[in-house]
C-alpha cells in the first residue's frame, strides 16, 4: 500500500514516513504543492495525507486539482485550522475525512485503514481489527487464525463495525445496511442480533468487544473485560 | 452658566422660548411706550388749546380792569367738570382774573409768572378728593392785556391713553402669548423630528458588542450636523473590525504553531519504546495537548465573534458528540449514552461551539467519575441539553465559582486547567442560553443546558 504524505514541516514529514512505514505502508513526501501534482500523475497511490498549509499554493488546490481529473483515491487532510468552514471547505472539495493537529499517530493510522477498507479500498477485501479476520468475499470469519461460524446478519454487523473500526456506527445505519427498502425492520432485530454476535466473539475469545452507546449505536472496541 | 443643559431639544425649546419672551416683551413695552407718548403729546395739546380758549374770552370791562366772559355753553362745562379741570387767569402784575376754585386761587396767586413758552406741570393732593393733576401755564396775549393762563386737568382721568392700552392688550396682546406657545411647540416637534434619526442610531448601537461587530449605525436621514459623528463612529467600528480580524487570524496562527510541534513532540514520543517515565511524559505531553487546545478554545471565544444564527439539530450534535466520544469512554472504563428526544430539535445556535461545550461537560464528567459508572447526555424536545454523571456530584458552596477560568476543586486530579467549564460558560453566553447545576439522582452532578428554540 502507497501513500503520499504532502507535509511541508520536514520534522513532522519525517516522523509521519517513519511511523506509517512501521504500519506497514510504503510512504512518499511531498513537501510542496507543484512536487505533490508532479508524484500523483506518475504515481497510483492508495492513499493520500494532505497537509493544507503548503508553502507554494494552498493544500486545497492538489484536492480539486486531482478531483478534477477523476481521480478517487481517499484523500485525507491534516490541518491545523479547526475552524468549521475549514473542514467544510476541505470536505467539499472532495477530502474523504479529516484530521485536526495536534493528532495521535495511532488515530491517524486508524483512518488511513479505516479509508482504505471502504468497499473498493486496497483493504476491502479482508478486513483485520484485534485478533478479528473477515474475507468480505468469501463471508468468513477468523479470530485468532480460528475461523467463527456467523449468520449472514451476524456477518453483515460485524462488516459495518470492522469497517469503522473504533468509531461508532448508528443503529440506523446498520439497520439500512441489513435491510431491503421494503423490509420493515423489528426495532427490537439488530439489538438480537449483536447479542448473539457479542456471545460468540467472547465465546472465541476476541480481543475486541462490541460496546453498546445507548442512544446512538454500537461501536467495536478493545474487550475491557 | 456653570450647569449646561445637556439636551439639544430641551436647550434649543428653552432658548427659542427665552428670545420669543424678550422680543414680545420688547415690542409689547414699545408699543405701551409710543401710544402713551402720543396718548401725553395729545392731552398736552388739548390743555394748551384750551388755555387759549380762555385767553380768546378774557376782556376789559368797564372799569379796565381784565375780566373773563365765557360762552354759556363753555361755562356749563367747566361747571360740571369743576373737580376734574381746573383753571387760574392772572393779568401781568399777578393779580387773579379768574379761577375755577378758590382753592386754585390761593394757590396760583402764590405761581411766578408764566412766559410764552408752555410750561407743564403737575400738581398733586388738589381737591375735597385729594386729586393729582397735569396742567400747563402760559403768557398768552387777550384783549386785556397779556396774561398768564393756567389749565389743569387730572391726570387719572386720561382717559384716552388708558382705552387705548385698554384696548390694545385685549384686542392684540393676548396673541403673544398664543404665538409664543406656537413656536415653542413647533420647536419642540421640528427638534423631536429631526432627532429621531439619532435616536434609531442609538437604539442600533446598543446591539454593538464583541459578538456583532459588523453592525453598523444608520447614515440615512440623520441630520446633517449629526453626521460626521455617526459617520466617524462607522470609521471607528470599521477599525475596531479590522483589529478583531487581526487578532482572529494571530490566533489561527498561533494555533498553527503551537500545534505543529506538539504534534511532532506526540509522535515522537509514541515512537519510543520505554519504562514507566516514558509513559508518564507521554501523559504530560497528552495533557499539555489539551491545555493548549482549550486555551485557544478560549482565546476563539474571546476574539471571533461566534455566529449563533445557524439553524442546527441539537439531537445530531449530541449524536456526533457522543458518538466521537463514546471510543474515549470505553478505553477509561466507562461508558456513556444518549437518551431523551427521538426527534430533530431545532435550535439556532454555533453547531461547533456547542460540540465543544458539550465535549467539555462531557470530558469533566469522565474525569470526575470512577470506571464502571455511566455518563448520560439527554436531548429534550424543548432545546434542553443535560449531561449527568454519578461521581460525587458539586458541593453547593463550589458552585457559583466552577465556571471561573482556572477554578479548580478541591481535590481535583490534576489532569484539568480549569478551563474547561469556562469555555463551557462563555459557548452558553454566546447563544444567550442558560446553565444550571444540580444533583442527579441517586447521586452525581446534573449540567441543564436550555437553548432557545428556533
Given amino acids: 500500500m502507497r501513500l503520499l504524505i504532502i507535509e511541508d514541516e520536514d520534522r513532522l514529514s519525517g516522523i509521519l514516513k517513519s511511523r506509517l512505514g512501521e504500519a506497514g505502508f510504503a510512504v512518499d513526501v511531498a513537501g510542496s504543492a507543484g512536487d505533490a501534482n508532479a508524484a500523483l500523475e506518475i504515481i497510483n497511490y492508495d492513499a493520500v495525507v494532505l497537509d493544507l498549509g503548503l508553502p507554494d499554493h494552498d493544500g486545497l488546490t492538489v484536492l480539486t486539482a486531482t478531483r478534477r481529473i477523476g481521480r478517487n483515491l481517499p484523500i485525507l487532510i491534516l490541518t491545523a485550522r479547526d475552524a468549521v468552514e475549514d473542514r467544510v471547505a476541505g470536505l467539499n472539495a472532495g477530502a474523504d475525512d479529516y484530521l485536526t493537529k495536534p493528532f495521535a499517530m495511532s488515530e491517524l493510522i486508524a483512518r488511513i485503514k479505516a479509508l482504505l477498507r471502504r468497499p473498493g479500498g486496497v483493504l476491502g477485501i479482508t478486513l483485520e481489527a484485534g485478533n478479528l479476520s473477515l474475507d468480505t468475499i468469501g463471508r468468513e470469519l477468523s479470530v485468532a487464525g480460528k475461523p467463527v461460524r456467523l449468520s449472514r446478519q451476524e456477518l453483515a454487523i460485524l462488516e459495518q463495525m470492522m469497517r469503522r473500526f473504533g468509531r461508532i456506527v448508528p443503529k440506523a445505519v446498520l439497520e439500512e445496511k441489513l435491510y431491503g427498502i421494503d423490509e420493515e425492520p423489528d426495532s427490537n432485530t439488530i439489538p438480537v442480533h449483536v447479542h448473539h454476535l457479542r456471545r460468540q466473539l467472547q465465546a472465541a475469545s476476541a480481543s475486541l468487544a462490541i460496546h453498546t452507546i445507548r442512544g446512538v449505536g454500537y461501536i467495536l472496541a478493545e474487550n475491557q473485560e | ?454
Avoid at chain 2, 430641551?10 to 432658548?15: A, H, I, K, P, S
Avoid at chain 2, 356749563?76 to 393779568?91: G, H, K, T
Avoid at chain 2, 393762563?149 to 393676548?174: I, P
Fill in chain 2, 1 to 454: 452658566m456653570s450647569r449646561r443643559v445637556k439636551s439639544l431639544q430641551l436647550r434649543l425649546t428653552l432658548e427659542l422660548a427665552a428670545l420669543f419672551f424678550v422680543a414680545s416683551c420688547l415690542a409689547v413695552g414699545g408699543l405701551i411706550y409710543s401710544a402713551s407718548r402720543t396718548g401725553g403729546s395729545l392731552i398736552d395739546r388739548e390743555l394748551g388749546l384750551r388755555a387759549e380758549d380762555l385767553a380768546r374770552y378774557v376782556s376789559r370791562d368797564a372799569t379796565g380792569k381784565p375780566r373773563l366772559e365765557l360762552p354759556p355753553d363753555l361755562k356749563q362745562a367747566y361747571d360740571a367738570s369743576a373737580q376734574r379741570s381746573v383753571f387760574a387767569i392772572r393779568d401781568k402784575d399777578g393779580r387773579l382774573v379768574e379761577a375755577s376754585t378758590p382753592e386754585v386761587a390761593t394757590l396760583a396767586v402764590r405761581w411766578p409768572q408764566a412766559d410764552s413758552e408752555p410750561r407743564f406741570f403737575g400738581l398733586t393732593g388738589l381737591g375735597p378728593s385729594g386729586q393729582d393733576y397735569a396742567g400747563v401755564s402760559v403768557l398768552l396775549d387777550s384783549a386785556a392785556g397779556p396774561l398768564s393762563v393756567m389749565v389743569a386737568e387730572v391726570s387719572g382721568g386720561n382717559q384716552l391713553v388708558h382705552t387705548m392700552l385698554r384696548e390694545f392688550v385685549f384686542d392684540v396682546a393676548w396673541y403673544v402669548p398664543l404665538f409664543v406657545a406656537a413656536v415653542v411647540l413647533l420647536a419642540i416637534d421640528s427638534v423631536r423630528r429631526s432627532v429621531r434619526p439619532l435616536r434609531a442610531a442609538s437604539a442600533e448601537a446598543r446591539n454593538i458588542g464583541p459578538g456583532s461587530i459588523s453592525i453598523r449605525l444608520p447614515e440615512a436621514d440623520v441630520p446633517t450636523e449629526a453626521l460626521p459623528l455617526v459617520l466617524a463612529v462607522n470609521h471607528a467600528l470599521d477599525r475596531l473590525e479590522q483589529g478583531f480580524a487581526i487578532q482572529r487570524q494571530f490566533t489561527a496562527n498561533a494555533a498553527h504553531e503551537l500545534r505543529t510541534p506538539l504534534t511532532i513532540i506526540t509522535a515522537r514520543l509514541d515512537s519510543l519504546e520505554g519504562n514507566g517515565q516514558l509513559s508518564a511524559l507521554r501523559q504530560e505531553v497528552g495533557r499539555m495537548n489539551r491545555l493548549v487546545e482549550q486555551l485557544l478554545c478560549v482565546a476563539r471565544l474571546d476574539s471571533v465573534a461566534l455566529d449563533v444564527s445557524t439553524p442546527v439539530d441539537l439531537l445530531q450534535i449530541a449524536e456526533e458528540v457522543v458518538g466521537s466520544m463514546a471510543h474515549l469512554a470505553l478505553a477509561s472504563g466507562r461508558s456513556i449514552a444518549l437518551t431523551g428526544a427521538e426527534h430533530p430539535v431545532r435550535i439556532t445556535g454555533n453547531a461547533d461551539a456547542i460540540a465543544d461545550a458539550l465535549r467539555n461537560l462531557i470530558e469533566n464528567a469522565l474525569a470526575h467519575t470512577r470506571p464502571g459508572t455511566e455518563v448520560i447526555v439527554e436531548v429534550g424536545s424543548e432545546g434542553a441539553l443535560s449531561v449527568s454523571d454519578s461521581g460525587p456530584g458539586i458541593p453547593l458552596a463550589d458552585r457559583p465559582r466552577i465556571f471561573d477560568r482556572f477554578w479548580r476543586g478541591k481535590g481535583a486530579r490534576s489532569e484539568g486547567a480549569g478551563l474547561g467549564l469556562a469555555i463551557v460558560m462563555e459557548i452558553v453566553r454566546a447563544h444567550g442560553a442558560s446553565i444550571a447545576v444540580g444533583d442527579h439522582t441517586p447521586c452525581g452532578a446534573r449540567f441543564d443546558l436550555r437553548f432557545r428554540a428556533a
